[in-house]
């Protein structure tokens, strides 16, 4: 028996937005996705930033978006899945304890009690950069990494007695301004349909988890236009997700100091790409590469060196970027000596997320390469249907 549902994917990036409409398909037990139209457009490559200016041109882009997909294709999406990279929202992983002194059940009530606190004081009182974007915010989404029991993990945890509970949480908070802002534009759209949100870096950790497998320990880099999000992955589950502020674009503002203009930056990139450039164009722009590299990874040190995490950093990394950059972050991570250090080994295991290697169960109907990001929601929304 055969089953299908039309579903939407939206992937809202630092500064761009992607998106889809897709069909998941249930047939014999196994799904399979199809990538009905997918679309996406630059938001905004700009000199100077502002946040008023960085939200307006994300939703305008993002209602230009949706005015394609929905003219390009006729089905009538049940569900919407908003994908979101930084600076969107805020990640915690925080970890409960409830311990007494005698034996007590722990029961699923229980559980949920905590939990609900425990957001309920992280919403009063957000901390982190995105607090410009406005000070109060939105549950977008929550993670149960580990629940322990007198100190020992478990995957059944409800009916024992113990006497000391352990909960590892994961939250991604919205700041209210920008989930509303965001939803009124798709509920325009789209009706009273169910939106949820994930992010971009959670999204290609179920996708790669439940297509092929991850390492049990490793992170995961995405690396977005304007920002780069980093999950840290121990025991299979996301316990950190944290940023720096530089993505892909600050290769373009690099070169443009040298041609003047970020358009003719950019144009120049892709002939570089293509070898399409003269040997003396060729090495102003290994020369902005180079810099680019030393800044991207001078954020990414920074933000391994923090310590917060509470791992030694792992050898696997996963790296979720645009194609024509893959080159640049197999170098700059594999043989970086302060990661090599840092993860006690003589070389990083990098591996690039390739949908179309990562799960046979995709495709476009179009016959296009799947566009990562929507791709990664479209995966990740397939296991909740």
Not at 6 to 14: G, K, N, T
Not at 325 to 330: D, G, M, T
């Amino acid at each position: 028996m055969s089953k299908s549902t039309a579903v939407a994917v939206f992937d809202i990036s630092s500064s761009s937005v992607g998106g889809a409409h897709a069909l998941v398909e249930h047939v014999d037990g196994k799904n399979s996705v199809t990538i009905l139209v997918q679309e996406r457009r630059d938001s905004g490559l700009e000199e100077e930033i502002t946040i008023e200016r960085f939200v307006e041109d994300t939703a305008k882009t993002l209602e230009t978006v949706i005015q394609h997909v929905r003219t390009a294709d006729v089905h009538h999406p049940s569900m919407i899945q908003v994908v979101l990279g930084s600076p969107w929202y805020n990640s915690y992983t925080r970890t409960i304890t409830y311990n007494r002194a005698t034996a007590f059940s722990c029961t699923q009530r229980l559980v949920d009690s905590l939990i609900e606190k425990e957001i309920a004081f992280l919403l009063k009182q957000p901390d982190g950069d995105n607090q410009k974007l406005g000070d109060t915010f939105a549950l977008a989404e929550q993670q149960l990494s580990h629940v322990l029991l007198n100190g020992y993990e478990t995957a059944d945890p409800y009916g024992k007695k113990v006497q000391s509970l352990e909960i590892v949480l994961h939250v991604t908070l919205i700041p209210k301004v920008v989930a509303e802002r965001f939803t009124s534009i798709l509920r325009r759209s789209y009706g009273d349909r169910k939106i949820q949100v994930t992010t971009g870096s959670y999204a290609a950790f179920v996708a790669l988890r439940d297509n092929g497998g991850i390492a049990k320990d490793c992170v995961i880099v995405d690396v977005g236009e304007e920002v780069t999000d980093v999950a840290f992955v121990k025991n299979s589950a996301v316990i950190s997700q944290q940023s720096f502020p530089v993505g892909t674009y600050e290769l373009y503002r690099t070169l443009s100091n040298v041609t003047g203009s970020l358009m003719e930056a950019r144009t120049l990139v892709e002939a570089y790409r293509l070898k399409k450039l003269s040997p003396n164009n060729g090495r102003v722009i290994e020369k902005a590469l180079q810099s680019f590299s030393a800044t991207w990874q001078k954020g990414f040190h920074a933000l391994v060196d923090q310590g917060n995490t509470s791992v030694r950093f792992p050898s696997d990394c996963y790296v979720v970027s645009d194609h024509r950059f893959e080159n640049v972050f197999s170098q700059t991570i594999s043989t970086d000596p302060f990661l090599l250090h840092s993860a006690a080994v003589s070389e990083i295991d990098v591996h690039f997320v390739d949908i179309l290697n990562l799960s046979s169960s995709i495709k476009v109907i179009s016959m296009e390469q799947p566009d990562t990001g929507l791709a990664l929601g479209a995966l990740f929304i397939e296991r909740l249907i």
